[in-house]
């Protein structure tokens, strides 16, 4: 080749057409979208999140957790997301317009996660705030009104077939969470876990206290012990063999993230212990402490609670939750199907049960 | 030129260029001494650190309790620690040293400015020593292959600009009117790099787009990097090498132009593959993915080109480390394609996005293709910079085939793993730590691989170590991998 001219044009002009083409435009595109609302302006999807979910997403991006799970459900034609009950309908551009960095990610070592939030149980989405420290800054809880009767009753029509167990129990958790039907895999964990384990261990102590933030969790578990874990977990999301915590609510996660395999044997996720701290139990049980049971226990007058990160991490996740219709995205079960998946968001083709972060 | 008449190392060109020619390539050779050694010894640290920290984030994944208490320690830190590592420190170190050599050789002049790139050396070993710091105490961005914090990023970016006005500043004192193929490549990866990276950093970080564009951004810089920068500076490098140790000129200049300018314009429009199904208008995927099949032309074209360049000269590579290192490579950047292509159709695409199989293609490209060409530059260069001969044939060969095995082995564990592990997660009626159980073996067998890599790395690390020290063999000829006596016919 002679001459530079005609080599340095050409290496900035097709480098140029790739930045255009890819960047530039698709910014053009896509780049200034706005949150949604219906004709009177309420209801405005997404909203900006608090100051906890932020620092939250920093913890999640400092301590790796895109490398494992994804947050993106495809649609239906292109996968088993749905199916498997990560979400309700296809993920948007419009989802995630608040965040950043934003963690689609490229892999599943661990489940997506970006309806986690969404699987919280309904309690945990109005009692405890009250005077909880940790989870107080979590959008997820503010919903004012907890549906859960409505929804469970639905909920349970596609399970009982697996275990009476499970239609009873629905009940108690508002299973807001619920599930498409498609495998009861949880069925052969459900009985074998709740057995005795839930009731007993740690959490006595701060079951006794009556406004145990976190802990208040517990105590609906508690007391119908042995059906409160599993249930909830509805099929696609049967990974909890044992623990007490109802799955996916805030006491959940902590528990979850300090011992992984505590929940679920098999899990390969690292435990986040630096994330917590062990102490002395100073006059009474901090109500952060967390539940933990077996070997994971901490000694006779010690207790494990969580470091700020581990609540702005928590509050992060309880806040993931793309279960709000998109008008531009079509829902499964939206009108016809709606037995399919009487998950949330189903519930929130009414306005009123969404999750969304009220206020 | 050495007794048997093969005309190993020694290219055919200077036979008739005779002596003065031998010996400017010497006086270029040894002004490129100090710079280029310094980069190949920052490299290579880096790439025993970034072996080390790859063994332990593979048996972390299998055994995750292994030291899971210490913050530092997290796998999620430990990974794109070892990534970055490998990326921009040994990757990029070693890259840059060979581009430089290459530049002053083939711009025929003693290298100018020698400060500039000992400088820059030692700013991208400290923005790569910040950055990497930065990631294991917590200060990762979260964006996959630009996870450096923004104090490690600026220091980089510094670092590289005075590379790209060096190999500017050079370009200007080339002799000659001919610009060689290699050229084209270094040059372009000299240029693409830094529009590249700000174009990265500013979309994600100063002036950030909105939502799921970041990840576009991201992927789009992730795929160019492993396209433009590395795979220019390797194809740039067996378009040396190959002629020059078989001293043959390459088969056909138009191909070359051809593969050169496809090149450029498909596989920089690759990268939103990485993204099918997600939450993005369709056509930035299809796009991507078409530009993906055009990328073969470039493939046929550059392969065919040093297949025809190799004919008949194949059996060279029973002899010299360079020939066999850089021919592996530049096969393995039509494996690489290929691969490449055929995971990010739409059908397959489906199962294996979100599965191990994306780690085997980046390994694909990093290593096979890349890692080996740059080995095969090194086992060429180092012994012109330090006067000496590499010592034991022995290791070089226990080199070669630790590397290839252990490459192979990883790739083909990684991409089987994928796949079912991908199948698995299209079947709901599968619990999902199902499809972790089924990709659990071949992780352990992924850890077999990376320990065949690290005695590679260690291997080398070793020889290079010697060579550094004076330990090499004085001799004129080159270290064969194997006597050459016994077969004379190098030629068919």
Redesign the interface.
């Given at each position: 080749?002679?001459g530079?001219a005609p080599?340095?044009l050409?290496?900035?002009g097709?480098?140029a057409?790739?930045?255009v083409?890819?960047?530039v435009l698709?910014?053009w595109?896509?780049?200034?979208?706005n949150p949604q609302s219906d004709e009177e302006g309420t209801d405005t999807y997404p909203q900006p999140q608090s100051g906890m979910f932020e620092r939250g997403?920093?913890v999640?991006?400092?301590?790796?957790?895109?490398?494992?799970h994804?947050q993106?459900v495809?649609?239906e034609y292109?996968?088993?997301d749905i199916?498997?009950g990560w979400g309700n309908r296809?993920?948007?551009?419009?989802?995630?317009?608040?965040?950043?960095?934003?963690?689609?990610a490229?892999?599943?070592?661990g489940?997506d996660i970006a309806n986690i939030g969404a699987r919280a149980p309904a309690e945990q989405q109005s009692p405890p705030p009250a005077g909880a420290a940790a989870p107080a800054g979590s959008p997820a809880q503010q919903v004012g009104s907890p549906p859960p009767g409505a929804s469970p009753a639905a909920a349970g029509s596609p399970l009982p077939a697996s275990s009476p167990a499970q239609a009873a129990s629905p009940a108690t958790q508002g299973a807001a969470v619920s599930s498409p039907p498609?495998?009861p895999?949880?069925a052969s964990q459900s009985p074998s876990s709740p057995s005795p384990k839930p009731a007993a261990p740690a959490p006595p102590t701060g079951v006794a206290s009556p406004s145990p933030g976190a802990m208040a969790n517990a105590s609906p578990g508690a007391t119908t012990a042995p059906s409160s874990a599993p249930q909830i977990a509805g099929p696609?999301?049967?990974?909890q063999t044992i623990g007490e915590p109802p799955m996916y609510s805030a006491a959940w996660h902590h528990v979850h993230l300090y011992s992984?395999?505590s929940i679920?044997l098999?899990?390969?996720?690292?435990?986040?212990?630096?994330l917590y701290e062990k102490r002395r139990i100073r006059d009474q049980r901090s109500v952060d402490a967390l539940q933990l049971t077996g070997s994971d226990a901490p000694p006779e007058g010690w207790e494990v609670i969580p470091s700020f990160d581990a609540k702005c991490l928590v509050a992060y996740l309880m806040a993931l939750n793309q279960s709000h219709p998109l008008n531009d995205v079509r829902s499964t079960g939206g009108a016809p199907a709606a037995s399919a998946a009487p998950s949330p968001a189903t519930a929130a083709g009414s306005p009123p049960p969404s999750p969304a972060p009220a206020k | 030129m050495n007794a048997t008449g093969i005309p190993l190392k020694e290219p055919s060109v200077s036979a008739a260029a005779g002596a003065t020619e031998q010996l400017e390539r010497a006086y270029i050779d040894a002004s490129t001494r100090v710079p280029v050694l310094m980069f190949y010894t920052s490299a290579m640290a880096w790439l025993i650190l970034g072996t080390l920290l790859a063994g332990f984030v593979s048996f972390k994944l299998h055994e995750p309790d292994l030291l899971s208490n210490i913050s530092f320690l997290t796998w999620g830190r430990v990974r794109p620690a070892h990534m970055n590592v490998m990326v921009y420190g040994w990757a990029s170190m070693a890259g840059m040293g060979t581009a430089i050599w290459l530049m002053a050789r083939l711009c025929r002049t003693v290298l100018r400015y020698p400060l500039l790139l000992v400088a820059a050396a030692g700013f991208w070993n400290l923005g790569v020593l910040l950055g990497v710091g930065g990631i294991l105490l917590g200060d990762s961005t979260g964006y996959q292959w630009l996870e450096f914090p923004g104090y490690a990023a600026i220091i980089l970016f510094v670092a590289y600009t005075l590379i790209a006005s060096w190999a500017v500043l050079m370009f200007r004192y080339r002799r000659g009117e001919q610009i060689y193929i290699t050229q084209w490549y270094l040059l372009g990866a000299f240029l693409w790099f830094p529009w590249l990276y700000a174009a990265g950093q500013l979309m994600l970080f100063v002036v950030p787009v909105q939502g799921v564009l970041q990840s576009a951004v991201g992927w789009w810089y992730a795929n160019n990097l492993l396209f433009l920068w590395f795979g220019a500076i390797a194809l740039g490098t067996a378009y040396y090498m190959i002629p020059k140790v078989i001293g043959r000129p390459v088969y056909s200049y138009h191909l070359a132009t051809i593969g050169f300018w496809t090149y450029a314009l498909f596989s920089s429009w690759t990268g939103m593959q990485r993204l099918v199904d997600g939450p993005f208008p369709a056509w930035m995927i299809t796009a991507s993915i078409a530009a993906m099949i055009l990328s073969m032309i470039p493939v046929a074209t550059v392969g065919l080109n040093h297949h025809m360049t190799m004919q008949g000269y194949f059996p060279l590579m029973r002899y010299s480390p360079t020939l066999r290192f850089t021919v592996f490579g530049a096969m393995s950047y039509t494996v690489f394609s290929v691969i490449g292509l055929l995971i990010s159709l739409r059908s397959v695409a489906g199962y294996v996005n979100f599965s191990q199989t994306s780690i085997a293609y980046s390994h694909l490209g990093l290593y096979a293709f890349f890692t080996m060409v740059i080995f095969g530059s090194m086992y060429y260069i180092v012994p012109r910079l330090v006067g000496r001969e590499w010592r034991y044939a022995s290791l070089i060969k226990l080199h070669f085939w630790a590397s290839a095995y252990g490459i192979g082995l990883m790739t083909l564990m990684l991409l089987a793993g994928g796949f079912l592990q991908g199948a698995d997660m299209e079947n709901p009626s599968l619990p999902f730590s199902e499809t972790v159980e089924t990709v659990l073996p071949y992780l352990r067998g992924r850890s077999l691989a990376g320990i065949l890599l690290t005695a590679a790395h260690f291997i080398f690390a070793y020889h290079f170590g010697l060579m550094l020290l004076g330990l090499g063999r004085t001799s004129t000829v080159p270290t064969f991998l194997n006597p050459v006596e016994a077969e004379t016919s190098g030629g068919h």
């Amino acid at each position: 080749m002679k001459g530079l001219a005609p080599l340095f044009l050409g290496i900035f002009g097709t480098f140029a057409f790739s930045w255009v083409g890819l960047t530039v435009l698709p910014n053009w595109q896509i780049g200034h979208l706005n949150p949604q609302s219906d004709e009177e302006g309420t209801d405005t999807y997404p909203q900006p999140q608090s100051g906890m979910f932020e620092r939250g997403a920093r913890v999640y991006a400092a301590n790796g957790c895109v490398y494992c799970h994804s947050q993106q459900v495809r649609p239906e034609y292109a996968g088993a997301d749905i199916e498997r009950g990560w979400g309700n309908r296809r993920s948007a551009p419009r989802d995630y317009i608040f965040e950043r960095p934003v963690f689609l990610a490229k892999m599943r070592m661990g489940q997506d996660i970006a309806n986690i939030g969404a699987r919280a149980p309904a309690e945990q989405q109005s009692p405890p705030p009250a005077g909880a420290a940790a989870p107080a800054g979590s959008p997820a809880q503010q919903v004012g009104s907890p549906p859960p009767g409505a929804s469970p009753a639905a909920a349970g029509s596609p399970l009982p077939a697996s275990s009476p167990a499970q239609a009873a129990s629905p009940a108690t958790q508002g299973a807001a969470v619920s599930s498409p039907p498609s495998k009861p895999a949880s069925a052969s964990q459900s009985p074998s876990s709740p057995s005795p384990k839930p009731a007993a261990p740690a959490p006595p102590t701060g079951v006794a206290s009556p406004s145990p933030g976190a802990m208040a969790n517990a105590s609906p578990g508690a007391t119908t012990a042995p059906s409160s874990a599993p249930q909830i977990a509805g099929p696609p999301w049967p990974e909890q063999t044992i623990g007490e915590p109802p799955m996916y609510s805030a006491a959940w996660h902590h528990v979850h993230l300090y011992s992984p395999r505590s929940i679920n044997l098999d899990s390969n996720m690292p435990a986040y212990r630096f994330l917590y701290e062990k102490r002395r139990i100073r006059d009474q049980r901090s109500v952060d402490a967390l539940q933990l049971t077996g070997s994971d226990a901490p000694p006779e007058g010690w207790e494990v609670i969580p470091s700020f990160d581990a609540k702005c991490l928590v509050a992060y996740l309880m806040a993931l939750n793309q279960s709000h219709p998109l008008n531009d995205v079509r829902s499964t079960g939206g009108a016809p199907a709606a037995s399919a998946a009487p998950s949330p968001a189903t519930a929130a083709g009414s306005p009123p049960p969404s999750p969304a972060p009220a206020k | 030129m050495n007794a048997t008449g093969i005309p190993l190392k020694e290219p055919s060109v200077s036979a008739a260029a005779g002596a003065t020619e031998q010996l400017e390539r010497a006086y270029i050779d040894a002004s490129t001494r100090v710079p280029v050694l310094m980069f190949y010894t920052s490299a290579m640290a880096w790439l025993i650190l970034g072996t080390l920290l790859a063994g332990f984030v593979s048996f972390k994944l299998h055994e995750p309790d292994l030291l899971s208490n210490i913050s530092f320690l997290t796998w999620g830190r430990v990974r794109p620690a070892h990534m970055n590592v490998m990326v921009y420190g040994w990757a990029s170190m070693a890259g840059m040293g060979t581009a430089i050599w290459l530049m002053a050789r083939l711009c025929r002049t003693v290298l100018r400015y020698p400060l500039l790139l000992v400088a820059a050396a030692g700013f991208w070993n400290l923005g790569v020593l910040l950055g990497v710091g930065g990631i294991l105490l917590g200060d990762s961005t979260g964006y996959q292959w630009l996870e450096f914090p923004g104090y490690a990023a600026i220091i980089l970016f510094v670092a590289y600009t005075l590379i790209a006005s060096w190999a500017v500043l050079m370009f200007r004192y080339r002799r000659g009117e001919q610009i060689y193929i290699t050229q084209w490549y270094l040059l372009g990866a000299f240029l693409w790099f830094p529009w590249l990276y700000a174009a990265g950093q500013l979309m994600l970080f100063v002036v950030p787009v909105q939502g799921v564009l970041q990840s576009a951004v991201g992927w789009w810089y992730a795929n160019n990097l492993l396209f433009l920068w590395f795979g220019a500076i390797a194809l740039g490098t067996a378009y040396y090498m190959i002629p020059k140790v078989i001293g043959r000129p390459v088969y056909s200049y138009h191909l070359a132009t051809i593969g050169f300018w496809t090149y450029a314009l498909f596989s920089s429009w690759t990268g939103m593959q990485r993204l099918v199904d997600g939450p993005f208008p369709a056509w930035m995927i299809t796009a991507s993915i078409a530009a993906m099949i055009l990328s073969m032309i470039p493939v046929a074209t550059v392969g065919l080109n040093h297949h025809m360049t190799m004919q008949g000269y194949f059996p060279l590579m029973r002899y010299s480390p360079t020939l066999r290192f850089t021919v592996f490579g530049a096969m393995s950047y039509t494996v690489f394609s290929v691969i490449g292509l055929l995971i990010s159709l739409r059908s397959v695409a489906g199962y294996v996005n979100f599965s191990q199989t994306s780690i085997a293609y980046s390994h694909l490209g990093l290593y096979a293709f890349f890692t080996m060409v740059i080995f095969g530059s090194m086992y060429y260069i180092v012994p012109r910079l330090v006067g000496r001969e590499w010592r034991y044939a022995s290791l070089i060969k226990l080199h070669f085939w630790a590397s290839a095995y252990g490459i192979g082995l990883m790739t083909l564990m990684l991409l089987a793993g994928g796949f079912l592990q991908g199948a698995d997660m299209e079947n709901p009626s599968l619990p999902f730590s199902e499809t972790v159980e089924t990709v659990l073996p071949y992780l352990r067998g992924r850890s077999l691989a990376g320990i065949l890599l690290t005695a590679a790395h260690f291997i080398f690390a070793y020889h290079f170590g010697l060579m550094l020290l004076g330990l090499g063999r004085t001799s004129t000829v080159p270290t064969f991998l194997n006597p050459v006596e016994a077969e004379t016919s190098g030629g068919h």
